[in-house]
């Protein structure tokens, strides 16, 4: 994956890892203006239309897994299986990717229906739509502040656990990025690990959490309903296909989308040239601008763009996926340096990332003592 269509960015030709300014020269407003106007147009036709174009490749894998795989040999059919979970949780990240941008009022001009088709979406596989919408525009609120962000918030040295000196090492790196991809999502959701710290025990599923304000708390318990529907809809096709099928099927992919998410995710805010601000130095643009771009090839595509239009959706997130490509380059001009593109190969990416970006000081002689960068152990 990765070093997919490659365009002109101001990034070309410079270290990749050449930390980006912090004090941009110009405002949300500019970057809008430099933003054709249909851009900013959602269209639910045009919205629907991916939806169900998604939720036909879908059937495609399922009706192809289904009929073939069981009437192979073993050896093949052993094969055969992981092309269709990657092939199939490929293609339900890009149905997540469009529930998430129900979650910002992305998919048509009309909030009951981006909520009903995000709730359905997101029920499905597996995610509390209203509770992960609003941390998740908390996220966007408080994007690499070191008080108040919702996620990936790293630690500072004198933080750092015994466990991570202890796996500062080829296998300890491998430990946890499998720990990271395959129980990061889920304990997320329901222990808010690596966000933000409250006062209490957080989650995603508890109505009374301090992740929610007092309006929202219906909704949460909206979204616990859905995901409890789901879950009750898988024991009764348990009962009826068997435990083997359903997780073949259907739950390994789930776990995938749930994978690719937690990787591009963790990809567009870790990276060495991004900085964190504290109180004292952050404010919303400079955390917006706070985040990178990355290529995965021809999952570009597959999942809407998400993954190479990442700094645009944290400056103006309503945009449509379909708009993105075109208004991202439209501000790139504008951006200049403050835009990063990382085209390295996505495993030797993440690699690198998990090696490198292991907790955040400022500089010493650094007059932004707010400030605070990547250093590895």
């Not at 962000?149 to 015994?162: F, G, L, M, N, Q």
């Amino acid at each position: 994956m990765g070093a997919g269509g490659r365009m002109s960015d101001p990034s070309e030709g410079k270290n990749i890892l050449e930390r980006v300014p912090i004090d941009p020269p110009f405002t949300l407003s500019d970057l809008k203006k430099a933003i054709p106007a249909h851009c900013f147009e959602r269209s639910v036709i045009r919205s629907s239309y991916y939806v169900v174009h998604d939720l036909i490749v879908t059937y495609v894998f399922y009706f192809l897994a289904n009929t073939y795989i069981p009437l192979l040999p073993t050896p093949w059919a052993y094969l055969a299986w992981p092309v269709y979970w990657f092939c199939q949780a490929s293609i339900l990240t890009g149905l997540w990717v469009i529930g998430h941008e129900c979650g910002h009022h992305a998919f048509s001009d009309y909030q009951l229906i981006d909520d009903a088709v995000g709730f359905v979406l997101h029920s499905a596989l597996y995610t509390p739509y209203f509770s992960w919408k609003y941390s998740h525009r908390n996220h966007h609120a408080n994007t690499n502040s070191l008080d108040n962000d919702e996620v990936y918030i790293p630690k500072r040295k004198s933080k750092i656990a015994i466990y991570s000196k202890l796996l500062n090492n080829p296998p300890g790196r491998v430990f946890t990025l499998v720990f990271r991809l395959t129980l990061g999502f889920p304990l997320y959701l329901l222990t808010n690990i690596s966000g933000k710290k409250y006062g209490r025990f957080a989650n995603h599923f508890d109505p009374l959490s301090p992740i929610f304000t007092e309006r929202e708390r219906i909704q949460v318990v909206i979204s616990d309903i859905g995901i409890l529907a789901v879950l009750y809809a898988t024991k009764l096709l348990v009962e009826a296909k068997g435990v083997a099928w359903v997780t073949s099927m259907y739950l390994i992919p789930v776990l995938g989308v749930h994978m690719f998410f937690v990787l591009i995710t963790y990809l567009h805010h870790t990276h060495l040239s991004l900085p964190h601000y504290d109180s004292t130095e952050w404010n919303w643009i400079r955390g917006a601008l706070s985040t990178i771009d990355r290529d995965f090839g021809f999952l570009n595509r597959v999942f809407h763009d998400v993954t190479h239009t990442h700094v645009l959706h944290h400056l103006i997130s309503y945009i449509p996926h379909y708009h993105a490509k075109e208004a991202r380059d439209a501000i790139k001009p504008v951006l200049g340096e403050f835009y990063k593109i990382d085209r390295t190969p996505i495993f030797k990416a993440m690699w690198r990332e998990a090696k490198e970006c292991i907790y955040i000081e400022p500089d010493e002689d650094s007059e932004h003592k707010g400030t605070y960068w990547y250093h590895k152990m």
